[in-house]
């Protein structure tokens, strides 16, 4: 099975999409467009007809999505659906065939991801942890980030399929090194989201208008990714979408201070702000965007990080 079958289902094999929400369901598209052919699967009817528009085969469980599957695809909200779709009742281990490749893009743990490692090889089915980073957006065109642990050649093997859906493969070692990679990312979007709802809002009630104080941050050492890509889109609106719940968020909190401690790595910074999250959720902010715990300094601070329409923060 070499990487051209992988990529179009060649030998009446197809590629396997369990978990077509909001990042699954765009990647999954990307697939489509791209020829592939693409058996899904989700708990969600509405997702699945709307792939089955697009060509998909809606299969009706992972073991059914699976059964025909060169590669098999997870993109699933934490680690219990993770186990639950690979070894559980119905999961793809029930059906998937010697040789196949499981690439779970999900965010878990490390410890997760080798447990299901391990369940695959009793099969004979290949494992890497590939989650993704960048958001919805990112996912829709098709430059997600992608943080690999697993074989080197397994990748390879993956690599015409996912380079559909990420511009940017990063691979981090064994498998569960993936999650590592990406907690910690997520970890310090989280840490990036409440300094700057902490230093906006002082800057904004000092009397810096919002433009003007984003501006000369971003043009200075203390820029990053979330401000320069992410506010302005989110946060910064009227709107203020959710694009990645801060319950979400929470979840990816939990998951890095339990890998911290298990290499008993001190995190005190990483503590108080999964105390901070916390403290969002208990204010009614779990369902909002993540950087929506900015909320609670403007609530403090008595300002909101705003854009006018003139391009000013406003108190």
């Known amino acids: 099975m070499d990487s051209h079958e992988l990529a179009t289902g060649a030998d009446g094999r197809s ?6 929400g909001r990042m699954g369901g765009r990647m999954a598209r990307r697939l489509l467009g791209a020829g592939t052919t693409v058996a899904v699967y989700d708990r969600d009817r509405a997702a699945l007809d709307a792939l089955a528009q697009e060509g998909a085969r809606v299969a009706t469980s992972p073991a059914d999505a699976a059964a025909d599957a060169a590669l098999i695809l997870f993109s699933l909200p934490g680690p219990a659906q993770v186990v639950e779709a690979a070894s559980g009742s119905d999961g793809v281990l029930d059906t998937a065939r010697a040789g196949a490749l499981l690439v ?5 743990d490390p410890g997760t991801s080798r447990r299901v490692a391990d369940a695959c090889a009793t099969r004979g089915v290949r494992f890497l942890d590939a989650p993704v980073s960048r958001g919805i957006a990112a996912a829709e065109n098709g430059t997600l980030a992608m943080l690999v642990g697993g074989e080197a050649e397994d990748l390879e093997r993956a690599r015409p399929v996912l380079e559909l859906v990420a511009s940017d493969i990063v691979h981090v070692g064994s498998v569960g090194a993936g999650q590592i990679a990406k907690l910690c990312n997520n970890m310090l979007g989280a840490i990036h989201a409440t300094a700057l709802g902490e230093v906006l809002a002082a800057g904004v009630r000092a009397g810096i208008g919002l433009e003007q104080l984003t ?13 320069e890509h992410y506010l ?13 719940a801060l319950s979400l968020m929470r979840k990816d909190i939990r998951l890095f201070m339990t890998a911290g401690a298990e290499a008993g790595a001190p995190l005190p910074l990483s503590a108080l ?25 403007e609530r403090m601070a008595g300002v909101e990080l705003r854009l006018s329409e003139t391009g000013e923060g406003r108190d």
């Open 104 to 108: 779970d893009m999900s965010t878990a």
């Open 15 to 20: 590629v396997a999409f369990v978990g077509v």
């Open 232 to 244: 302005p889109k989110g946060l910064f609106t009227q709107e203020r979408p959710t694009t990645f």
């Open 273 to 297: 702000v999964q105390q901070t999250f916390a403290a969002a959720a208990a204010c009614g902010l779990d369902d909002a965007d993540l950087t929506s715990v900015a909320e609670l300094y």
């Open 215 to 227: 501006e000369a941050i971003g043009r200075s050492s203390g820029n990053s990714y979330l401000l």
